[in-house]
């Protein structure tokens, strides 16, 4: 085994981890590009580190602290790096690792993130044993003492994620990923126990390929190389097709400039600008293992354009021959598609440097509201055109402090997508005689809009119901159709919301006194140009001047779910047929 390969030899794991790393691939010759680019990237973070590591020691949190050792690791122990066995890096290093050691919990958990965490100390765990794998693998005696303490974190670390628990579907991956790698330097039955009870739950993936918490950002990210992990270092091939199925799908959420569309997402990315550069380690991997030109292309892409934030993974680089190996030839990603996934409620369009999104997926109508804290992103639609992005198309019906219209799902027939929601209000009527209490004091329940002290489900209501309905049509020259229907109830005060991404120019719209980036487009089209790039929007309504109101549970605890961006309000009082064209 080179430099490069995996480090059971030298650790003592069994040599059959090594052989599922590499018997699936083709004879390809190994690319000493990329690696050096790796190599390069990782001096700069090293750089970085080193100049601040005392600081980091005194405020930083646990995954600062373990990537540190992640990223100055690899620098030691990489031969075509300048900090080649370079012996002023042993001391901050240990220096961290006594940091370490004060700060862990006599359970072997960190308090970084959440108080006595295992997965937080999971995520820490993946690289920590990368560090040391390739310190013991490097075999300098000038690491001696530091190998000695890394290997006491670990195994104090191990400890709490074989009984410990998780927050959220994620984590149990990052815990198996952990505990695979520190079984691969230092075996231990137990810990191949504990994956194998979090794999018999079952991965949990849709069809479509959507993992349960539907966010790019702290599920599929973190999924996708915790899979890979457990797949190489417990020799488990079968873990490699959820990865495959969420990558593919990730294709068609991908932008023309990297971003990953997270109109969907469940969770912290919602509403964020998400870059594909996360995906990078699972995407060159995959690429090469199964010869797929299009996983090529989106590892090319994240060369090309975010090498410098790579440097992270010389780690793995140097751990795993795969890694080294030429991309198979790549070939241009779909330019021109329609894909519809339906377990998410969301249709992804693209045609050339056009991009839009239909989406109908919140979870507002599963009984759930905004208190679940699962998917409840207003937006039905988004479109860009090059450098011009309208991030969101929104609405909102003044009725009874509601908020935004959120579908009861997405039908698609054809190249017509509906949107449809019809909520309803209650007005509470007394309580039936036998519940009524002299002391005036009930059941603390929701209302639907906020909570209070009247045992609300209990008390006859009458009802007053608002139907609101959109029809998308893609069309034929170019852009989108979007006709609403406001309800029959008359007089509600509907606000149509536009908002695009700041860096550009708006025309045809006047401005809002109340709100600075807030406009109306009162009559003819406005236009949103950035660069060379233009969207058109209209026919412009005023026909009032409120702004559109989230529901009372923002407001009342003072949230926000307010769009980023330049707003475009367009106002209709119901009931009326409007058609929106975005062009």
Not at 205 to 220: A, F, I, L, T, V
Not at 462 to 483: A, C, W
Not at 539 to 565: C, D, F, K, L, S
Request: proline share 5%.
């Amino acid at each position: 085994m080179d430099r490069r390969s995996f480090i059971a030899k030298s650790a003592g794991a069994s040599l059959s981890v090594l052989a599922f790393g590499n018997s699936l691939l083709q004879t390809k010759p190994v690319s000493g590009d990329i690696l050096l680019q790796i190599v390069r990237a990782n001096e700069q973070d090293t750089e970085r580190l080193l100049q601040n590591y005392r600081r980091m020691n005194e405020s930083s949190g646990g995954r600062a602290l373990s990537g540190f050792m992640l990223t100055v690791s690899a620098a030691y122990c990489a031969k075509d790096s300048r900090y080649y066995q370079n012996s002023g890096l042993i001391q901050p290093m240990l220096e961290v690792v006594n940091e370490l050691k004060r700060r862990q919990n006599p359970d072997g958990t960190f308090d970084f993130g959440n108080l006595q965490s295992p997965p937080d100390t999971g995520f820490m765990v993946e690289q920590f044993f990368r560090a040391q794998a390739l310190l013991l693998h490097d075999g300098s005696p000038q690491t001696s003492d530091l190998k000695e303490g890394l290997k006491d974190v670990i195994l104090k670390s191990t400890e709490a994620l074989i009984t410990g628990g998780i927050h959220t579907p994620n984590h149990r991956w990052v815990i198996c990923a952990a505990l695979a790698g520190v079984h691969s330097l230092y075996p231990d039955q137990r810990y191949v126990n504990r994956i194998n009870d979090w794999l018999g739950e079952g991965i949990g993936q849709d069809s479509d390929g959507q993992h349960p918490e539907r966010s790019p950002n702290y599920d599929s990210a973190v999924n996708n190389p915790s899979l890979l992990d457990v797949a190489i270092y417990l020799n488990r091939p079968e873990l490699l097709e959820p990865i495959r199925k969420n990558l593919d799908m990730t294709i068609y959420l991908l932008e023309p400039n990297g971003e990953v569309d997270t109109i969907a997402s469940r969770r912290q990315d919602a509403g964020r600008v998400f870059m594909i550069n996360r995906y990078y380690l699972p995407y060159r991997y995959m690429a090469i293992i199964d010869n797929n030109p299009h996983f090529a292309e989106v590892a090319k892409f994240i060369e090309e354009n975010a090498m410098q934030q790579l440097g992270h993974h010389l780690a793995d680089f140097l751990l795993h021959d795969t890694l080294n190996k030429m991309l198979p030839a790549n070939s241009s990603l779909p330019e021109h598609y329609t894909k519809h996934l339906e377990n998410s409620h969301l249709v992804r369009i693209r045609r050339g440097n056009i991009t839009a999104s239909v989406f109908g997926g919140t979870d507002w109508h599963m009984g759930h509201g905004a208190w679940s804290g699962l998917s409840h992103n207003p937006t039905f639609f988004k479109m860009r055109k090059g450098d011009a992005i309208l991030e969101s198309v929104r609405m909102a019906p003044a009725f009874f402090s509601t908020g935004y219209f959120r579908s009861n799902g997405l039908i698609v027939n054809g190249n017509t997508y509906h949107l449809t929601e019809q909520r309803q209000t209650p007005y509470h009527q007394p309580l039936p005689k036998e519940l009524r209490k002299e002391d005036g004091l009930y059941k603390m329940s929701p209302d639907g809009r906020f909570f209070s002290m009247m045992d609300f489900e209990n008390r006859p209501k009458d009802y007053i119901r608002l139907k609101t309905e959109i029809k998308i049509r893609e069309l034929n020259s170019g852009g989108f159709e979007l006709e609403i229907s406001g309800g029959e109830i008359p007089n509600v005060a509907y606000s149509i919301e536009l908002c695009f991404r700041k860096g550009g120019e708006l025309s045809g719209v006047i401005p809002q006194d109340s709100d600075p980036d807030g406009y109306f487009l009162k009559e003819g089209n406005g236009i949103y140009r950035a660069g060379d790039d233009t969207i058109e929007f209209g026919p412009g309504m005023m026909e009032h001047r409120r702004p559109p109101r989230a529901n009372e549970q923002y407001t009342v605890h003072n949230g926000t779910i307010r769009a980023e961006g330049y707003r475009v309000l367009i106002n209709l009082f119901s009931p009326f047929q409007y058609t929106l064209r975005i062009t």
